[in-house]
């Protein structure tokens, strides 16, 4: 079954519309609920602390959901990014850290969403080397923003890393076979 991340080609039924969208509205409700709850003080929480994490994951499991049912790549993908904000919100009000050190998870986004997505994908190659990308930038990132070495060497790191994958994809590009011959 071809999963190319469009629903023209998977076309859904009309009980699996009607199920995504009751999941989006069932989610998106309880976030809601929640967010009422704090603003009315039943929830021991500040509406602006949680409104961006309960709203991005209220909308990142709807829309995960959803593409789960129809077997959309791409609206995976879309799914795992959300999700990792949303995680990043999260984490910055119930964790001594603050944005300042999660901003990491921001940059490896892109590579969550490939890991949420590699499943449904039918090209997995691809989304190993995003995953990788986008992780080890992070990763470097991370190093410098929970203070394991200066930003001199992060940017050192990021600069060889980037040399470095410049250098991979050229011998990629050039070592790969050409599908198509030239007359």
């Known amino acids: 079954m071809k999963t190319s991340g469009t629903t023209d080609d998977l076309p859904l039924s009309k009980m699996q519309k009607c199920a995504c969208n009751i999941v989006m509205g069932c989610l998106l409700v309880v976030a809601g609920i929640i967010l009422i709850l704090a603003g009315a003080g039943v929830i021991n929480a500040s509406v602006r602390d949680i409104a961006a994490p309960t709203v991005l994951f209220g909308f990142g499991t709807a829309v995960l959901l959803s593409a789960v049912i129809a077997k959309n790549s791409l609206s995976i993908w879309f799914a795992g990014v959300v ?10 009000v119930t964790t001594a850290a603050g944005y300042s050190e999660l901003y990491p998870i921001y940059v490896a986004a892109p590579g969550i969403g490939c890991l949420f ?21 992070g990763g470097i990132l991370a190093l410098g923003s929970f203070g394991a070495c200066g930003y001199g060497l992060v940017a050192g790191l990021l600069a060889a890393f980037g040399g470095l994958t410049v250098i991979a994809i050229t011998l990629e590009t050039y070592f790969k076979k050409d599908d198509v011959s030239n007359a």
Request: one cysteine or more; aromatic letters at 20%; charged letters at 10%.
């Open 83 to 92: 999700l990792s904000c949303g995680a990043v919100s999260l984490f910055a």
């Open 117 to 137: 997505s590699v499943w449904f994908a039918e090209a997995k190659f691809p989304q190993v080397k995003v995953m990788l990308f986008f992780g080890i930038v």
